[in-house]
């Protein structure tokens, strides 16, 4: 079955960085495209940052560009989200999110998700 | 961007009754080239991340039970749940994928 595992949330100061991975498991990883959602505490979902299923486009939403790399590594069917120059506001459950078997007809279908990682931007 | 607006912000209806949740896009979400309706949505209980229930706006996933369906066009749409079962409580969120992606606010269903 499908699993999407992510790691690397925590809790770190405005300016900071860090770094989110997501493991997959159960599918043909190198096949889809990938996503990166977000969650505030209490707040609806975001879209964050999406990648190609061969690492050629990626997409970011406005409120991260400049600031976000999202990135794969197909032999090790692993996602990435580096995050750099965290803000307050970055706060949120990350999950990453399988975009739909559609691939190009449907890009911004999310049919899986992993269980989310935290991130707290706090002085 | 597209603004996705749902209605009500929470819901409480008796077990077995229907729950009817709105949502409207502030554009049509529909791509003429394939005639399809680039919305979902989705079904998020406490502590769970997302999960797909329907998408083309009226196309349940599978393993999705029947009670849950979609409808509409353009830029207002429904999900309906025809009997409420308690395990049906949750927040459900609408999402619009023709373009740069954007979600409802969500809407809490809880048991009257």
């Avoid at chain 1, 997409?59 to 999202?70: E, H, M, N, P």
Wanted: charge should be neutral.
């Amino acid at each position: 079955q499908v699993q999407l595992v992510e790691a690397g949330g925590g809790v770190v100061q405005p300016g900071g960085s860090l770094r989110l991975s997501c493991a997959a498991s159960g599918f043909t990883f190198s096949s889809y495209g990938m996503h990166w959602v977000r969650q505030a505490p209490g707040k609806g979902l975001e879209w964050v940052a999406f990648i190609r299923y061969d690492g050629t486009n990626k997409y970011y939403a406005d409120s991260v560009k400049g600031r976000f790399t999202i990135s794969r590594d197909n032999s090790k069917n692993t996602l990435y989200l580096q995050m750099n120059s965290l803000r307050a506001e970055d706060t949120a459950v990350y999950y990453c999110a399988r975009g739909s078997g559609f691939g190009d007809l449907a890009t911004y279908l999310f049919d899986y998700w992993g269980q989310g990682t935290l991130v707290s931007v706090s002085s | 961007d597209i603004v996705m607006t749902q209605s009500p912000d929470s819901l409480a209806v008796s077990l077995g009754e229907r729950a009817t949740i709105n949502c409207k896009s502030s554009q049509s979400v529909l791509y003429s080239s394939n005639n399809k309706t680039y919305l979902a949505w989705y079904q998020q209980k406490p502590g769970q991340p997302p999960k797909l229930l329907i998408y083309w706006a009226s196309t349940r996933e599978s393993g999705v039970p029947d009670r849950f369906s979609g409808s509409g066009s353009g830029t207002d749409f429904t999900l309906t749940i025809s009997s409420l079962q308690a395990e049906d409580v949750a927040v459900y969120s609408c999402q619009q994928y023709y373009s740069t992606p954007s979600f409802g606010q969500g809407t809490k269903l809880e048991i009257k």
